[in-house]
């Protein structure tokens, strides 16, 4: 039996989670969880790149099968974040693209149902239940590594209904 990897990614302008998660059979493992970062103090434009050259070594080392990706949420007192958190998915997205990799998006709340039965679930709730799904034996850290990894396992209980065979041919 084939294993397939999701690649969770929780996007950030500043910090990006990222989460690789391995599925045989009824098995899960975590293969490899971090963040990726972009300096502040530089351009939008350098930013970018850094996220972007970031999610393409990840997909280089994992070769995931497919990629998990937070929706763009946003509030009408915050538009400029909305802007911001589209660049990062933008370029999130065009390294998926590069690979071959599809990509499927989850609002949070859909994320957070999935996981636990409560779509408003706190954070700590969250790491709970990714702990104990991964099988880990601490809380993983920080917040945006769990929000990863809880897109990456809420991709593979939803499912995209493409045949692990594809995904395998496809690579």
Known sequence: MSAIRILGIDPGLNTTGYGVIEIQGPLIKLCEAGIVRSRAKQSIEKRLLEIHSGVKEVIAAFEPQRMALEQLFSHYSRPRTAI??????????????????????????????VLTGNGHAPKHQMQQAVKLQLSLATFPEPADVADALAIALCSHHIGDNTPLEELLENR
């Open 84 to 113: 911001l958190m589209g660049h990062a998915r933008g370029v999130i997205c065009l390294a998926a693209g590069e690979a071959g990799i599809p990509v499927a998006h989850y609002e949070p709340t859909r994320v957070k149902k």
